[in-house]
């Protein structure tokens, strides 16, 4: 990337802007208004969110969700009498929402934490090898992907309805949208022909699945029209339009590091850890593919290079169980004793399957240590220190053994590594992956997926360049710049 362009001109229209970002933990929406020329970002409603087992599945309550949205999006309405411009939406990827004929849901939508995906996988596998899906798409090999979840229907003879959208996009595609899959979701479903940038026809062929109940897909930055239904009849949203931001969290997170340079890497770090670099094309050489990484899309048709690594979720899961068995720990408390220990005997591998199973983690920590002919550690609450301490250096290892791996297969010389997300206010872990990696650790913005959202919206609005191109790339960078400014 070259230096970030001249600061932009103070736009006409100062309308407001909102920002949905849908969390597996929690969701936000965001409002942005004009104080003069200068851009104000204020959180209106943020809501918990958590997937719920039902019938010994695990769903998310698509309702609730939906219901915590529309207050957020009327909080918003009140707070901005000049109008709202847009509204656009970023979130988790890879789960999706199965719509009937007149577009309502079919159900609540499966949490890619279901286990129902571990036959799936293996019986899709019978049927197309791991090794050519990876070639077509250039995507981490992962049991979660959106291919996997669509053939476990298959296979239970789930009704698939007229279409499937994933989250994001059909929380636009409710408030009037055309039905889309954005570019950068897309991707994560494992089901994208990498070098076409459309659906792979092989992969849905050899996992017998209806190519025409896929979207269309579009680019990051697709105006998708007006807001319509019960929300625009409110006078802020009148003229509101929706907007295809980079429906993926994290391509949104690394849309907002107003990053310049091809010295620089990312961890967007939460319940997991992507841990990687932006490329110019995508990386998909047998050593690639030997070490899984995954492709993804990116603003400005770049790639988003990275690995996902196992994040918060193992401290988070710790905790609760913690907490459920007498003792809640506040995070700062809980870190300021785990410094204090020396480092651990031995690391976990942070990426085994069983760590990324619901409920039980203190459990299943001891369990792969004692495969491994490793003492057992305390699983009381009075002694998490102990195991906070081994979860923290064993993810600031796994992410320095990542990004030399980054480093091999691009072959960047990085120098800074920008953290992002909810996890880069763990000051401890910061401190132990800047010490693993050797490079310069920066806190980028903890929102980060909703900067990069806001950036999306300002460049589609503002700039006059196609939303395929670098230069728009650049827009949104120098939007990011000036929404969290890091650099000069």
Not at 59 to 87: F, K, Y
Not at 302 to 320: E, I, P, R, S, Y
Not at 322 to 341: F, M, Q, R, Y
Not at 426 to 437: C, D, H, Q, V
């Amino acid at each position: 990337m070259s230096a970030l362009p001249e600061e932009h001109p103070c736009p006409e229209d100062k309308r407001a802007s909102v920002a949905v970002d849908l969390g597996a933990e929690s969701c936000r929406v965001s409002l942005l208004r004009w104080d003069g020329c200068t851009p104000r970002i204020s959180l209106i409603h943020r809501f918990p969110n958590s997937p719920v087992t039902t019938e010994g599945h695990i769903h998310w309550p698509l309702q609730a969700i939906e219901a915590g949205v529309d207050q957020g999006m009327r909080q918003c309405a009140e707070l901005a009498p000049e109008g709202i411009r847009s509204v656009a939406v970023d979130g988790w990827a890879v789960d999706y929402v199965r719509v009937n004929e007149l577009g309502h849901p079919l159900d609540a939508p499966f949490c890619y934490r279901d286990e129902r995906t571990i036959a799936a996988e293996q019986h899709l596998h019978s049927l197309i090898a791991p090794e050519r899906m990876a070639e077509l798409t250039g995507v981490q090999q992962f049991r979660i992907n959106t291919l996997y979840q669509l053939h476990a229907d298959k296979l239970a003879a789930v009704p698939s309805g007229r279409r499937w959208l994933n989250l994001p996009e059909y929380m636009l595609y409710r408030w009037g949208a055309e039905p889309v899959a954005e570019y950068t979701n897309a991707t994560h479903s494992q089901l994208i022909d990498l070098y076409a940038r459309n659906w792979s026809r092989e992969i849905f062929e050899a996992a017998e699945l209806d190519l025409k109940a896929a979207p269309r897909i579009v680019p990051p930055g697709t105006l998708l029209g007006p807001m319509t239904g019960p929300l625009s009849n409110l006078p802020a949203f009148k003229n509101t339009e929706l907007i295809a931001p980079a429906c993926h969290d994290t391509a949104s997170a690394i849309a907002g590091i107003p990053a310049s340079g091809e010295d620089w890497a990312y961890i967007s770090s939460g319940t997991w850890s992507l841990v990687g670099a932006l490329t110019r094309q995508p990386l998909n050489s047998l050593s690639v593919r030997a070490d899984n990484f995954t492709n993804l899309g990116a603003v400005g048709g770049a790639t988003c290079f990275h690995k996902n690594v196992n994040g918060m979720w193992l401290l988070k899961q710790c905790t609760d169980a913690w907490s459920a068995a007498g003792k809640s720990w506040p995070i700062e408390e809980l870190l300021n004793e785990a410094e204090k220990h020396t480092a651990p005997d031995a690391l976990l591998n942070v990426d085994d399957p069983e760590l990324l199973l619901v409920g039980h983690m203190p459990q299943r920590i001891n369990t792969q240590r004692a495969k491994a002919g490793l003492p057992m550690l305390s699983e009381s609450p009075e002694d998490a220190p102990a195991m906070t301490s081994l979860i923290l250096h064993s993810l600031a290892a796994r992410y320095a053994e990542v990004l030399a791996r980054v480093k091999a297969h691009s072959g960047k010389s990085l120098q800074r590594l920008f953290i992002v997300g909810g996890g880069n206010r763990n000051k401890l872990l910061n401190r132990l992956t800047a010490e693993a990696t050797g490079l310069t650790v920066i806190c980028g913005p903890t929102e980060s997926s909703t900067i990069g959202n806001f950036a999306v919206q300002l460049a589609v609005l503002e700039s006059e360049c196609a939303s395929t191109s670098p230069d728009f790339a650049q827009e949104v960078a120098q939007w990011a710049s000036t929404l969290h400014p890091l650099e000069a």
